[in-house]
């Protein structure tokens, strides 16, 4: 029997699925890891976020326990409402993170922010009252909220070294 030989590499066709099968395998595990470790980034972001959010409300809590016992302290040298009203301004005339400003009713308003993160502000308003029979306390939080810097926001909307062109969707 006379069988002819060629020269040439004879390439399966089993070879040719196990490359594009190994091919695939190994771009999977690159998308695989790729989305693994962006979960990962962006749950680390999300975890301080978070921590710093509650370092930035216990401070809060903190400069809170800090007025109300200025103002107890205030209270009990005042005779009447509006010595207690009016010494407010005064007691908190060198304090530069408490602003004071006058309420609608007569009444005392005193804010304070503290920075959650370069973005984001902590922002606490109270409104001080004279304790009376029906309610003991010396204030009432108005609000408790966190907004966004305006200085990080003028950044953003003005891009890179205030390169503009930067789309946002407010």
Request: hydrophobic share 35%.
């Amino acid at each position: 029997m006379d069988r002819k030989h060629s020269g040439g590499i004879n390439i399966g066709t089993s070879s040719i699925l196990v490359t594009f099968v190994l091919l695939a395998l190994v771009t999977f595990a690159a998308l695989s890891y790729m989305s693994a470790r962006s979960d990962y980034v962006l749950s680390k972001e999300a975890a301080d976020r978070t921590a710093s959010y509650y370092d930035a409300n216990r401070m809060a809590e903190i400069y809170l326990a800090n007025i109300e016992a200025l103002l107890s302290k205030h209270n009990s040298r005042c005779d009447t409402e509006k010595d207690y009203i009016d010494g407010v301004d005064e007691l908190f005339a060198d304090n530069e993170k408490i602003e004071v400003s006058d309420g609608e009713d007569g009444s005392k308003k005193l804010s304070y922010m503290i920075a959650v993160t370069n973005g984001q502000n902590l922002n606490v308003v109270l409104t001080v009252h004279y304790p009376d029979v029906g309610d003991d306390s010396l204030f009432k939080i108005d609000s408790w909220t966190t907004s966004v810097n305006r200085e990080w926001l003028d950044s953003v909307k003005d891009g890179p070294e205030g390169e503009s062109g930067t789309k946002l969707l407010f």
